[in-house]
């Protein structure tokens, strides 16, 4: 068993999509102790930072836990107190699973709707919120669970979706889910570097001259070059007004899209086109939806810093719901009123041109912010492997910026976020959000106590010979489900990223000419704000401008 070693210092934690991210000691902190980097670094005790109500970040400082912070001697220090009274409530622990949701899916789910069709595309949102709301229910189980057979857990812990791999299932699936992890939070990133230079080059296409005006491909390069400096930052303590701030862009987003579509549906609904639903593409559709409500990984994080983690249940099925009150409304009316008209981001759909502007800029703050934190931990994780020293230094900026060029490059060679989001949310999300936690779940549940005291893990035999028959069937049908429609859905994606939406990558553009990728703003050539229209041919528009070539329709809405 773990024990932390007595060590002055102590950093904290801050919890986004998918893991959690370390942030070294500020002077202004106060001290606690801090188990051995051998792992991870993470704090003896855990508590959030910010009075509650007002957070959107999850920390962990340094007196927390049920326990709270003890002395040499083994006593409760004053500490322990505080930090129950600034634990989070369910309600705002809801908030935080939203806060953990929500973010590029706002812009992909109504273009999903569009592959899948109104009725499977409804069908996809409540069944994928409510196996995953099953599944991070499991996560909840496991995690009191942990912290009543080892009570260590109460004070700190060493990133906690690993660390029930570990007590679960044994070392190797401690490993098998560190490396999951990073490899969906460099996915992240790529989709996040792709959607951020989209809108950038949106911006400079309608707003900069034309000495200044450069093509989609080298905005991509341009932004991953400008945001290189801001990733070398090992984790400022006061991180956490970043999510703040994407939390209230992506609010105001949602809000100037919903504005933006309804201001359209009386001209462009009695001409959106609705065409047959294809198989292939309802199966495409499936990554996105996956996509959208991924955040398993950080579920125990949030439940660790709670008041009453056996409420965790209540938090999580509020969230949900909040999410699916989010997503529903923008995806339909979205559908109701484009139809096949919509474009690859339901952004440049909205025909009102400062709605558009403003809630691409919203969603660019906020794409930019997380993908300078979803780095981190993948920084940090690869620093630790290849044992670079922890100040900054020549190790530290040859690492991260390898890791910066491998996202560019990435992106540089599948230079379309949709597509690479699909193969994100249908590749690796079904195996951190379905098959992961049933596993955990199985296995933690099937162990007798000589044995987890013992540390030892029970055999496959053992979990399905203890397990309840009703729970053990309805956990098979989700782990079928999941490895098989993600296999499907990822290979099928794979497919029609390098068919039917295939898009060259930007270093062979000089051999081969491939046109404007950015899915709004002008042409190739930049000739300003040109306006994407509805209709089944795109060529209605809600005001008093040229679209989709000589034919377009114009009708002028007040």
């Not at 129950?84 to 935080?96: D, M, R, Y």
């Not at 060259?504 to 051999?511: G, I, T």
Request: hydrophobic share 45%; net charge neutral.
């Amino acid at each position: 068993r773990d024990t932390p070693s007595l060590n002055p210092h102590h950093g904290v934690l801050l919890a986004n999509r998918c893991d959690l991210f370390f942030f070294p000691p500020s002077p202004t902190q106060p001290q606690g102790d801090m188990v051995s980097l051998q792992d991870q670094t993470f704090t003896s005790s855990a508590r959030p930072l910010m009075a509650e109500g007002s957070r959107s970040a999850l920390t962990l400082g340094s007196a927390g836990g049920k326990h709270g912070s003890r002395d040499m001697e083994g006593g409760r220090n004053s500490e322990s107190t505080v930090s129950e009274h600034h634990k989070l409530g369910w309600i705002v622990t809801a908030l935080f699973i939203v806060a953990d949701m929500v973010g590029g899916g706002v812009v992909a789910m109504p273009v999903a709707f569009t592959l899948s069709g109104l009725h499977m595309g409804v069908f996809f949102m409540v069944s994928i919120a409510l196996v995953f709301l099953y599944t991070g229910w499991q996560l909840g189980v496991v995690w009191n669970i942990m912290q009543e057979r080892w009570p260590e857990y109460h004070d700190h812990c060493r990133k906690p979706f690993p660390e029930i791999a570990k007590r679960s299932m044994g070392p190797r699936a401690k490993k098998f889910t560190s490396l999951l992890i990073n490899v969906t939070l460099f996915g992240i990133c790529v989709v996040y570097l792709l959607l951020s230079a989209n809108i950038a080059h949106y911006f400079v296409d309608n707003f900069l001259p034309d000495p200044f005006r450069i093509s989609y491909c080298w905005t991509i390069v341009v932004l991953a070059v400008m945001l290189l400096p801001f990733t070398y930052l090992k984790s400022p303590a006061d991180f956490w007004p970043v999510i703040v701030l994407a939390m209230v862009t992506t609010t105001l987003a949602v809000i100037a899209i919903v504005t933006g579509v309804l201001r359209d549906a009386p001209v462009c609904k009695p001409a959106a086109h609705f065409p047959p639903v294809e198989t292939n593409k309802v199966i495409i559709s499936i990554g996105t939806f996956l996509f959208a409500f991924s955040g398993h990984f950080v579920f125990p994080s949030i439940q660790h810093d709670m008041r009453e983690p056996k409420k965790f249940s209540w938090s999580v099925s509020l969230g949900f719901l909040l999410v699916v009150m989010l997503y529903m409304p923008l995806s339909t009316i979205s559908f109701w009123v484009y139809g096949n008209s919509m474009e690859s981001s339901v952004i440049y759909s909205v025909q009102t041109y400062w709605l558009q502007c403003f809630a691409n800029f919203m969603i660019a703050v906020h794409c930019i912010l997380t993908l300078v934190i979803v780095v981190n931990p993948v920084n940090q994780e690869l620093e630790h492997f290849f044992k670079v020293a922890h100040h900054f230094g020549k190790g530290r900026v040859a690492l991260r910026t390898s890791v910066l060029a491998a996202v560019c490059f990435v992106g540089l060679t599948v230079p379309d976020f949709l597509p690479v989001m699909g193969v994100v949310g249908a590749s690796t999300i079904p195996l951190g959000c379905v098959v992961l936690p049933s596993l955990f779940y199985l296995w933690i549940n099937a162990a007798e106590e000589y044995e987890w005291q013992k540390n030892k893990i029970p055999s496959l035999m053992d979990v399905l010979r203890r397990t309840k028959k009703t729970t053990l069937a309805w956990n098979i049908f989700l782990l079928v489900l999941a490895v098989g429609g993600g296999a499907i859905a990822t290979g099928i994606s794979i497919t029609d990223l390098k068919d039917t939406n295939f898009k060259p990558p930007c270093y062979l553009s000089v051999f081969v000419d491939q046109g404007n990728v950015t899915f709004g703003g002008g042409d190739a050539g930049g000739h300003g704000f040109s306006q994407h229209c509805c209709g089944e041919f795109k060529n209605v528009s809600s005001f008093l401008s040229s679209c989709g070539g000589e034919h377009a329709t114009s009708s002028l809405l007040v």
